[in-house]
């Protein structure tokens, strides 16, 4: 059996450990883009801020490749699949399969402005970006951040850490529109500004201008800001764009069903390219987070390998720390319709907490949380295991309610 993973992600990794296991006499070859060994993605912001090195980022040893008897084609990208004769094509090279998995990730998302391609214009994706970032830091007086995003946020927390002044651009209405909601986006953005963030909302940047290297941006209310770094964090987008779309099917990211096979046979998908049910939504989504792409690529092992196993389907949620403030959310936040949800709110002055439940008849289906997080991890299983809810809706917003209690046992 010769089995050919796209990806040294987690998702590819994760898919490689599994079938390594469970088919040890298998060939497997693995394709990267990145000529790195496996490392730990969300933490590329970390050496940035500098609190960790980049010896740390690594999640597998040196030898990791030699030691499973895979063999690594790395520092390639693909461009062609060859779905009916089973070929992945890379650089004029071919690579025959049996059973393919796709865990090509996600690719940062562009920006049409006018000099968008000067120098010291950056994306923050992986770690190369973040090594660039650096070299180029000792002569940035100020930066600009596109984007109120995790990865704006925590390029701009990298940036203010090293003692360099940051803006950042936001084209939606609060930050971290895609986590939280609007309250908790409004408590967000005054933290950050008390933080010496400066905050721009519904501006976005229209062009750069500057000789060779960037040195100022136009910006879409008609002002102009000065800036030597750019840090364009509008999302990601799945790395799909090698695929025949006539012989596997693609929403935003790549359909696969409960075993994590795609439309065309013995071609599989995990991680950030993936696209399958989304719980609390009810629908497909693409849930681009570290641990659902843990759990795909080891499911979609299992299934290469001949040992049927379901996924039950994705659930966004993150836990992040803005300055001073703690903030959790998952599933839905701002729910659509409105009348179809039942949604609890309340607040704490004196810890500054905000919390907020949505239900979908009793059951959870979101959650945000911001200070006074400790049982957000419960929420999250909550939503995850569709547990109905019986407890009081009002014994709900207390603040010294156990959660666990409603946790089936």
């Known amino acids: 059996m010769r089995h050919l993973i796209i990806g040294n992600g987690v998702a590819g990794i994760q898919a490689a450990e599994t079938l390594r296991r469970l088919d040890p006499a298998a060939a497997v070859t693995l394709i990267s883009d990145e000529a790195l060994p496996p490392y730990c993605r969300p933490m590329i912001s970390m050496v940035l801020e500098g609190s960790v090195p980049p010896e740390k980022l690594p999640i597998r040893p040196a030898r990791f490749y030699e030691e499973l008897a895979i063999e690594p084609v790395l520092g390639r990208r693909v461009t062609s699949l060859d779905v009916d004769n089973r070929r992945v094509f890379v650089d004029g090279r071919s690579f025959a399969y049996d059973k393919l998995l796709i865990a090509s990730g996600a690719d940062p998302r562009r920006i049409r402005a006018e000099g968008a391609g000067l120098e010291n214009i950056f994306f923050m994706r992986t770690a190369d970006h973040v090594r660039r970032m650096l070299a180029a830091l000792p002569e940035v007086r100020r930066a600009l951040v596109l984007g109120g995003g995790l990865v704006g946020f925590k390029a701009a927390y990298g940036l203010l850490r090293r003692g360099i002044p940051v803006t950042m651009l936001i084209a939606s209405g609060h930050p971290l529109s895609m986590q939280v909601d609007a309250e908790a986006g409004r408590r967000i953005r005054e933290e950050m500004s008390a933080h010496g963030l400066e905050v721009r909302i519904g501006v976005e940047a229209t062009a750069f201008e500057g000789t060779g290297r960037v040195r100022q ?67 497909p989504w693409v849930n681009a987070i570290w641990p659902e792409a843990v759990a795909q690529g080891r499911i979609a092992g ?108």
């Open 217 to 283: 941006a136009h910006l879409s209310d008609g002002g102009v800001i000065a800036c030597d770094m750019v840090v364009i964090g509008k999302g990601v987008f799945p790395a799909r764009g090698f695929l025949p779309p006539e012989k596997i099917r693609v929403d935003a990211g790549i359909l696969v069903d409960r075993h994590m096979e795609t439309s065309a046979p013995g071609v599989y998908a995990a991680g950030d390219v993936a696209e399958f049910v989304d719980i609390a939504r009810r629908m």
């Open 302 to 409: 299992m299934n290469m390998a001949g040992r049927p196993v379901a996924y039950k389907g994705s659930l966004s949620r993150n836990v992040i720390r803005i300055f001073g403030l703690d903030v959790a959310a998952a599933g839905l936040v701002t729910p659509q319709p409105p009348d179809a949800f039942e949604v609890l709110a309340a607040s704490d002055r004196r810890n500054r907490s905000y919390r907020k439940l949505v239900f979908r008849g009793d059951r959870l289906a979101g959650m945000v949380m911001v200070n006074a997080i400790e049982q957000a991890g419960v929420l999250m299983s909550l939503i995850q295991s569709e547990t109905p809810v019986r407890a009081p809706r009002a014994a709900l917003l207390a603040p010294d309610f156990n959660f666990k209690q409603l946790i089936r046992t």
